[in-house]
């Protein structure tokens, strides 16, 4: 049995979107501040492009913060997201070159990561990070894609971080995680199929974080597609 020694921000109010971008980057890179001022940017951009004021903000009062904020985080640091199956690919082949997920799911950010050749889950509602076999990691995502999850693939290098960027604080604490090998031709038992969905299902509870949101997160993407194309357009001019 081998162990990984793993950064972890446990959930504090609704700030779910920090603690996911921390968990998953392994620092405490950002924090409610920094994610504001980037919500508050992209609200300028939108009333911008659409010559009007937009009928919501990426950042709300109790600090919920929008896709595209989570998105624009990421690409600061030379990270990109993917929707998962987003390709002519299948889930499986795309998990098998994903170094890390961002997940969306009642109104809850999330990051599962790969360390090595094993999966964690680092949901902020979890009171420690949680080593996922191959088999609850496929039914961690099934469960979640069931529900109408939003998952991205998080693509960038993570041990080539801009060292400029680092973080100064230490938000949350650093966690030893066991981690169990399984041999090849492993399957799993009733018991271990009866424990994975448990975990699907507790991995994504929420009591926390805002409601009636969903309706707001598909303007947010669709939004988000529109600057970006704009972007793209006033790069090429």
């Known amino acids: 049995m081998a162990e ?3 950064y972890f921000e446990r959930q504090s109010g609704a700030a779910c979107g920090v603690h996911c971008l921390n968990n998953l980057l392994q620092g405490a890179y950002f924090d409610e501040i920094t994610l504001a001022e980037t919500a508050r940017e992209l609200d300028q951009q939108q009333q911008q492009l659409f010559n009007k004021v937009v009928e919501f903000s990426n950042v709300l ?3 919920y913060y929008s896709a ?3 998105f624009a985080a990421l690409e600061s640091l030379s990270f990109t997201c993917t929707p998962l199956g987003n390709t002519t690919s299948t889930f499986d082949s795309e998990l098998a070159d994903a170094g890390a997920l ?3 799911n009642e109104d809850h950010w999330f990051a599962l990561r790969k360390f090595g050749n094993h999966w964690i889950d680092l949901n902020s509602f979890n009171k420690q990070p949680k080593y996922l076999t191959d088999f609850y990691f496929s ?3 099934q469960s979640l894609k069931s529900q109408s999850a939003l998952i991205f693939i998080v693509n960038g290098d993570f041990n080539n971080i801009n060292p400029s ?3 100064k604080i230490i938000r949350g604490s650093f966690v030893q995680v066991a981690i169990t090998t399984r041999p090849q031709n492993y399957r799993a ?3 271990e199929l009866a424990a994975a969905i448990q975990l699907s299902l507790a991995s ?3 009591t926390q974080t805002p409601q009636n949101l969903g309706n707001e997160l598909d303007d947010d993407l669709e939004t988000a597609i529109a600057i970006s194309l704009s972007m793209n357009e006033q790069n090429k001019s």
Do not use: A, E, K
Request: net charge negative; glycine share 4%.
């Open 102 to 104: 961002l997940c969306h």
């Open 68 to 70: 595209q904020t989570l």
């Open 61 to 63: 009062d109790n600090g």
């Open 165 to 167: 960027d680092s973080p």
């Open 189 to 191: 038992n009733d018991d």
């Open 139 to 141: 039914s961690l995502v």
């Open 204 to 206: 994504t509870q929420s």
């Open 4 to 6: 990984v020694i793993i």
